[in-house]
């Protein structure tokens, strides 16, 4: 469709959730299109490098642009379609402010411009499922790309793990098929919607719980700088060993997060390489970028990814890819 809009002398809109699917995204762009007709817009460029892609897009030098939400307020000439990549993520929404829905934008947009505007998911949203159904608008894909088959999904009962004596975050069963995946030479990636090594700290004699001063939520207990940080408001303080309010020593670390999983996974397999991705772990600029190219091209082994973020998919437990 981006190929027919660009034969007609016009140019394309195409957001994606989340920075970290950018790259990828990019890299097929390029191959399809070309690089000199590619601009890039979210929030990890510099300000320079934002400003440089604005006035490529500005001069009609790049005819796509790609990006998170924010890219829907490119100054393009000429637009001929709007595509938003899984539509339903929540993470179009801009909580802060000017607060907007980047869908409604894009829906203004397609409606002023008399443009197509495609909304792509495979679990779409079901407000927009029932509109595209009542206006003739839904498009089904009845395959998958290359015919290939959905993967098999399992379910694991901890309370199960527990029964038999296993009482790590990682089932038996996990544990098999990410030695199965070490053997045959493939990739593991592990997901988890909780960052640090622990939801919570705890003092087991009197119950007092570590809370955020703004918040009132739990802090989360982030191991390699020995601190408790809230991951709402960004507050954080150092650790305690000792109880503030009854000077116990007994004090215990509950849940789990992805620092812990990153240890729990090095004991079991010592030999391997790990690589995490989290919001502790990307904040370097082009940090997404680097992360995924090592894990592409540098024989890493396990990939541990945080989910509760701008995706906002929650898995409550891990589960193994091959691929």
């Known amino acids: 469709m981006i190929g027919k809009v660009l034969e ?71 637009l001929g379609i709007i595509i938003i990549d899984e539509e339903h993520d929540t993470s179009y929404k801009s909580d802060m402010t000017p607060k907007y829905n980047a869908k409604e934008i894009a829906l203004y947009l397609a409606k002023e411009n008399n443009i197509p505007l495609v909304l792509g998911s495979a679990t779409p949203d079901m407000e927009t499922y029932y509109k595209a159904e009542k206006s003739d608008g839904l498009i089904t894909l009845k395959n998958r790309a290359n015919n290939s088959k959905l993967p098999d999904v399992e379910i694991i009962d901890m309370k199960k793990e527990l029964a038999i004596g296993n009482k790590s975050m990682i089932s038996t069963r996990l544990h098999e098929m990410i030695e199965k995946n070490l053997q045959n030479k493939k990739q593991t990636i592990l997901f988890l919607n909780r960052r640090g090594y622990s939801t919570f700290v705890m003092c087991r004699d009197c119950g007092y719980t570590a809370t955020c001063p703004k918040c009132n939520v739990s802090l989360t207990y982030h191991i390699k700088q020995d601190r408790l940080k809230c991951h709402y408001c960004g507050y954080e303080r150092k650790n305690f060993t000792e109880c503030p309010e009854c000077k116990s020593k007994n004090i215990r670390y509950f849940g789990t997060g992805t620092q812990k999983l990153e240890v729990e996974i090095n004991k079991m397999f010592p030999n391997v390489k790990t690589i995490r991705m989290d919001i502790d772990t990307v904040t370097k600029k082009n940090s997404y970028d680097d992360i995924l190219n090592k894990f592409k091209n540098e024989g890493i082994d396990i990939l541990i990814r945080n989910t509760n973020g701008s995706q906002r998919t929650s898995f409550s437990k891990c589960y193994t890819s091959s691929e």
């Open 8 to 78: 007609r002398g016009k140019t394309a809109i195409v957001l994606v959730p989340e920075i970290s699917l950018t790259p990828q995204m990019v890299d097929r762009f390029i191959a399809r299109f070309g690089e000199e007709k590619i601009a890039l817009l979210h929030s990890k460029l510099s300000v320079g490098e934002r400003y440089d892609e604005w006035k490529r897009i500005e001069r009609n030098e790049a005819k796509i642009v790609i990006g998170a939400r924010s890219a829907i307020f490119a100054p393009v000439k000429d």
